[in-house]
């Protein structure tokens, strides 16, 4: 299930939670709503609260954490591959295929990154190995040193490739960052409990009416924000590719 249609669900429910209680609030005998019911259910729902915002700050937390971690690797590998492709240029004019396939690579790359359905786990496909970035490879073994200095500069060369390849493989691994079904089905119910309580206690009017679904709708946002944050290469708030896809200029002829 997408971001978005998760809080449109986060939303109904919570929204249900509140409309529960109003119809309950109708149905319920007077003596029922008295002021020691008030109290236990306030006690109640104070700690569920405590609970939840405990619950959901841990979640922004985390999942800030995450997308910063992706951010982080992103801006490490597009260093990386100015930094090769710096190398290479300085080994010599033999190297101009090897760059220019690296050029290719790394629209090959950016395009398996960002994909819209790398989203969902059911269609992560398993990691493969780009055939430009084993045509980068290929040409970059197959270079030939004349001299200590472009020893020196195959050998950094292939070591920030390396670099480049781990950095890869971390950012497919950690693409789903997902939040446990179980975990989020938890929080929904205790929100939903809140906000049933909300409105068992008050007078149904315009004013506590709109203020219950301005809340839900805020607690849907957040959610939405979390789920977001989880998948840092698809959505609203992705990760940009324009740094990697502009970090390499075409080679003069």
């Not at 493969?128 to 950094?156: C, G, M, V, W």
Request: proline share 5%.
């Amino acid at each position: 299930m997408s971001a978005l249609a998760t809080s449109l669900f986060v939303f109904a429910c919570v929204s249900g939670g509140a409309i529960l209680g109003m119809f309950l609030r109708s149905r319920l005998p007077g003596h029922q709503l008295s002021a020691d019911a008030k109290d236990v259910v306030r006690l109640g729902t104070g700690l569920i609260g405590t609970m939840a915002a405990l619950v959901l700050g841990l979640l922004i937390a985390s999942a800030k954490s995450g997308f910063d971690a992706q951010s982080t690797q992103v801006q490490q590998l597009t260093s990386n591959i100015i930094l090769l492709d710096r190398l290479l240029a300085a080994y010599g004019p033999e190297t101009v295929d090897a760059r220019n396939a690296l050029r290719r690579g790394i629209v090959a790359l950016a395009k398996r990154v960002w994909q819209p359905e790398a989203s969902t786990p059911s269609n992560k496909a398993r990691f493969e190995e780009t055939h430009e970035s084993e045509e980068f490879l290929e040409k970059l073994l197959s270079l030939s040193p004349k001299n200590d200095a472009q020893r020196s500069l195959k050998a950094r060369a292939v070591e920030t490739t390396t670099e480049i390849a781990k950095a890869r493989l971390q950012s497919f691994v950690q693409t789903d960052g997902s939040i446990p079904t179980p975990f989020l089905v938890v929080v929904i119910f205790w929100i939903t409990i809140i906000f049933a309580s909300f409105s068992l206690f008050a007078e149904p009017n315009a004013v506590v009416i709109w203020s219950l679904f301005i809340f839900a709708a805020s607690v849907a946002g957040a959610i939405f924000l979390i789920l977001e944050m989880t998948h840092p290469f698809t959505g609203l708030m992705q990760i940009s590719d324009e740094p990697l896809r502009t970090a390499l200029g075409p080679l003069n002829p």
